[in-house]
């Protein structure tokens, strides 16, 4: 079965710590993988996205992602996390058409 | 380009009313997917449309939920007799192909009381 599994539900950090958000998927075919961000009472915006050639992944706000494709994982990462990061991060999959999402991470920054 | 449209924004409806939530896909954009954020979930898919016709409805619950998207006008996602257990946020995206990346509104929060 096609699935995405986050495995911090709940990440606290103080500002200028180091993130890494767990992304493991479980799909058959071509994957097509991506972060979104929602920031409290917003919608989702795009954080990066991963189609196909260099499997380290740049995007906005400083985050990036790599695809390990024998793991099977896409994990987040960001060097230096600010107050401002502070917002639920979703890893999704697309499959043929539809995304299959991860059921989120909370990430708290302390300022 | 406008992105996706969706409204309202925020509804709130009293057990047994019915929901109307109504998404505009963006220009050229031919294929609308609905999506469904329960509390503490992450979002699920529910129905996938193009112009007049149903594609993938396997997320969408049987009974009290149906979905259009007629060849003029917003699709439309309507809700029933709603119920509590209703209460969510829905998220509707729009693509210009069914194989390409989606574009994803800023969803329309569902509140029954």
């Known amino acids: 079965a096609q699935s995405v599994s986050q495995h911090n539900h709940h990440v606290i950090l103080s500002e200028a710590a180091s993130l890494e958000l767990g992304c493991n998927y479980s799909y058959g075919g071509t994957v097509n993988l991506f972060w979104y961000v929602q920031y409290p009472g917003q919608h989702l915006q795009l954080l990066l996205k991963?189609?196909?050639?260099?499997?380290l992944v740049k995007g906005i706000k400083g985050f990036e992602a790599e695809f390990i494709k024998s793991k099977f994982s896409f994990n987040l990462r960001k060097p230096s996390v600010q107050w401002s990061d502070t917002a639920e991060y979703f890893c999704?999959?697309?499959?043929?058409?539809?995304?299959?999402f991860g059921t989120g991470t909370r990430l708290k920054v302390l300022a | 380009n406008a992105g996706v449209m969706q409204n309202p924004r925020h509804l709130v409806r009293r057990r047994g009313q019915e929901a109307r939530l109504r998404c505009s896909p963006m220009?050229?954009?031919?294929?609308v997917y609905w999506y469904r954020q329960l509390p503490e979930e992450g979002l699920k898919f529910m129905v996938y449309l193009q112009k007049e016709n149903i594609i993938d409805e396997s997320g969408m619950p049987k009974e009290r939920f149906s979905a259009e998207f007629p060849k003029e006008g917003p699709s439309i996602l309507r809700i029933q007799q709603v119920v509590r257990g209703d209460s969510a946020a829905y998220f509707c995206?729009?693509?210009?192909?069914?194989?390409?990346?989606?574009?994803f509104g800023p969803g329309t929060r569902l509140t029954v009381t």
């Open positions: 999704a999959v697309k499959g043929t058409y539809k995304y299959i």
């Open positions: 995206a729009s693509s210009p192909s069914g194989d390409s990346e989606q574009y």
């Open positions: 220009k050229g954009h031919s294929h």
């Open positions: 991963y189609f196909s050639g260099d499997p």
